[in-house]
């Protein structure tokens, strides 16, 4: 009985620490549509193997907004900013849309083995990565740290800003490996190293820092602006996801399977046709946006 208290507990603890979904919010919208780009594709190979014909299955995690998260009046639709981009993507294709729901440790195998044609679940472009996959840009990568709104913290702008306090981050993330470099750095000058906590859900990771467990969180800037709308958390720092180089969220697809310049000529025909625009609008990521999609650019370097 203990047990299940406890658990329930926790359960509406981390249910407090996320608004709940909006009746009118972005995500009760309709998705954008647009018609099918011929230039874009034409350039599917004509042996692509699909995992379903016809069909482009584009694999993310579905848990939390404004990423992507199931729709609040219907458990089988999946809302977001990456299920929006993904339906113009099938759209100019001539594909129609699967959005495979997966557990991010089980994105490579998934891919690699077929079970889905494409990732897009915030997916960032690294040297290593570009070795075994292929790259479509349509986002910059940027990483928030936040606080709790009445903490103490007022801001996080150098390394130095974070030593002796207890991070919250995913593990084997690209903000984990900054943290670590920070960490090295800090005890190199003779500070006190950060304390990462280590989390896979970023609801936990907030209520990790609504309840005092942790001082800060440390992730994607998109998730933890759009849960800082309750006005719970507020934004202490701001870094380029490669910090302290430029990086880029993509779609990932299979090495040489063909798909990955079809899908820049896609996207960049939303970013010409502005359905990408009023996306990135919609979801409050305008300054998130890029110009253009580039295939495989300079990822970020080993380590």
């Known amino acids: 009985m203990k047990r299940r208290f406890a658990a329930l507990l926790l359960s509406l603890s981390i249910a407090a620490c996320s608004p709940p979904k909006q009746e009118t919010g972005p995500e009760t919208l309709p998705r954008i549509r647009t018609a099918k780009v011929d230039a874009a594709a034409k350039l599917l190979p004509r042996d692509l193997h699909l995992a379903q014909p016809g069909t482009l299955a584009v694999a993310m995690v579905v848990q939390t907004l404004p990423l992507a998260d199931y729709a609040h009046d219907n458990e089988h639709e999946v809302v977001g900013l990456e299920p929006s981009i993904a ?7 001539g594909l129609k849309l699967k959005v495979v729901p997966i557990a991010w440790a089980d994105w490579p195998l998934g891919l690699t083995s ?3 044609d494409a990732v897009m679940s915030n997916v960032t472009v690294t040297e290593e990565r570009k070795a075994k996959y292929d790259f479509s840009t ?4 940027r990483l928030g740290i936040y606080t709790r709104s009445d903490g103490p913290i007022k801001t996080i702008a150098k390394p130095e800003d974070i030593a002796g306090l ?5 593990a084997s993330t690209n903000q984990s490996q900054i943290l670590d470099r920070w960490n090295e750095q800090n005890v190199k000058a003779g500070r006190k190293p950060a304390t990462p906590l280590y989390f896979d859900d970023s609801g936990i990771a907030r209520l990790a820092v609504l309840s005092g467990q942790a001082d800060v969180s440390f992730g994607p800037n998109a998730i933890s602006t759009y849960e800082a709308r309750d006005g719970r958390t507020r934004k202490v720092g701001e870094f380029a996801g490669g910090w302290p180089l430029t990086a880029y969220i993509a779609v990932t697809t ?3 399977s063909g798909l990955a310049q079809a899908v820049t000529t896609a996207l960049n025909a939303q970013i ?3 359905h990408y625009g009023e996306l990135l609008t919609r ?4 300054s998130e946006g890029i110009k253009r999609s580039e295939t495989n650019p300079p990822g970020l370097p080993k380590g």
Do not use: C, E, F, P
Not at 87 to 93: E, V
Not at 166 to 170: D, F, P, Q, S
Not at 283 to 286: A, D, G, K, P, S
């Open 138 to 141: 349509y986002r910059d990568d």
């Open 254 to 256: 299979r090495k040489g």
């Open 114 to 116: 077929g079970k889905y």
């Open 283 to 286: 979801w409050n990521l305008t």
């Open 87 to 93: 339906q113009l993507i099938a759209d100019s294709l």
């Open 272 to 274: 010409d046709n502005g």
């Open 166 to 170: 207890k991070v919250a981050v995913g």
